[in-house]
């Protein structure tokens, strides 16, 4: 009979949540191999409860996209990849909320984008689970339209404090991951980042229940999450940026600011990728990723915008990403106990 795998649960009080990545002291030391659940809060720090809260009344910017964390890691070095296998994510309430925030999104003025227009309205929409059915209700505020759509958890944010004694918003995402707000960071799929800092010290939070493809409004279905993933460690191999994978793809994030240099970050991760992987020259790789790559939008509404290439791994030969790590974190994961 194979062994279960005995899990660490973890739900921070209050005043153990981070709002940066870097900066905080630890909640926890564990050793590579180990398995957490942990709950998270929303983005809104639970506040929008009702289509009548509303952001600027509610929400404290200064208090928003709450993380579980920071998590110390032994053994984790700085030019080590620290591995988040994400084995399970259960919504941890049965609404969750998304906003309209005055001049904040991807189609309206902005701080940084300024026009004379007035802001959007604030506006609260509110979904409600239907767990047997594993469904969200959208309910329009403006007529009595509704419709039905699928349940589909992912995290927002994932992180390590950055290199150089630096403290970063959890608004934002950089190489040291944060605030990426990539649907692909969903169960089954393995997160790798590059360590900066003794312990790595890792976070998780801003839970969505679903999103599309670049969070046009600026909020996915914000909800409550609990996390089960396992944490393992590469000696010596740390990515230039974070990397994911999966049983389907191989994926790259970039972010940054215009949007097409988000998107050269993640294309060229991936030139140096293919390379490690199948000993290509650079030009090789090149010229096979543009004729393979798939890139969808994972935010265009953050200080820094990200952008995911994805490599079908069914196109490419076999090849041990990681020394094999996430075939063999899918294993382990089905001993969770």
Not at 78 to 93: C, I, K, Q, S, Y
Request: glycine share 8%; aromatic share 8%.
């Amino acid at each position: 009979m194979t062994d279960t795998l005995d899990i660490i649960e973890f739900t921070p009080r209050a005043d153990q949540l981070a709002y940066t990545f870097g900066g905080a002291a630890p909640v926890q030391r564990i050793t590579p191999g180990t398995a957490l659940r942990l709950w998270s809060e929303d983005a809104f720090g639970g506040v929008l409860r009702s289509v009548h809260d509303l952001s600027s009344e509610k929400v404290d910017l200064r208090f928003v996209n709450a993380q579980t964390g920071p998590f110390y890691v032994d053994g984790a070095e700085p030019g080590d990849a620290l591995a988040l296998h994400f084995v399970h994510m259960e919504p941890a309430r049965d609404w969750a909320a998304s906003a309209a925030i005055p001049f904040f999104g991807g189609l309206t003025s902005t701080d940084r984008t300024a026009t004379l227009q007035d802001p959007l309205p604030d506006t609260t929409w509110i979904y409600h689970l239907d767990r047997a059915r594993g469904m969200l209700q959208f309910e329009a505020r403006h007529s009595e339209f509704s419709v039905d759509l699928p349940l589909e958890p992912m995290l927002g944010t994932v992180g390590l404090a950055p290199a150089g004694n630096e403290v970063r918003s959890s608004l934002v995402p950089e190489r040291f991951g944060g605030n990426m707000d990539s649907p692909e960071m969903r169960a089954g799929s393995t997160c790798f980042l590059g360590v900066n800092v003794e312990g790595a010290l890792f976070s998780i939070g801003d839970g969505h229940y679903r999103q599309g493809e670049g969070e046009s409004c600026g909020t996915a279905v914000e909800g409550a999450m609990t996390t089960t993933l396992i944490v393992d460690l590469v000696k010596g191999a740390a990515p230039a940026w974070p990397r994911l994978e999966d049983d389907e793809y191989l994926m790259t994030v970039g972010s940054s600011r215009p949007l097409e240099d988000a998107w050269r970050v993640s294309q060229v991760d991936m030139v140096v990728w293919l390379g490690e992987l199948f000993r290509l020259d650079k030009m090789d790789a090149y010229q096979l990723l543009s004729q393979v790559s798939q890139v969808p939008i994972a935010n265009v509404v953050d200080p820094n915008y990200s952008v995911v290439t994805k490599v079908p791994k069914s196109l490419l030969p076999t090849a041990d990403a990681f020394e094999g790590l996430h075939r063999d974190l899918r294993e382990r994961a089905t001993r969770i106990s």
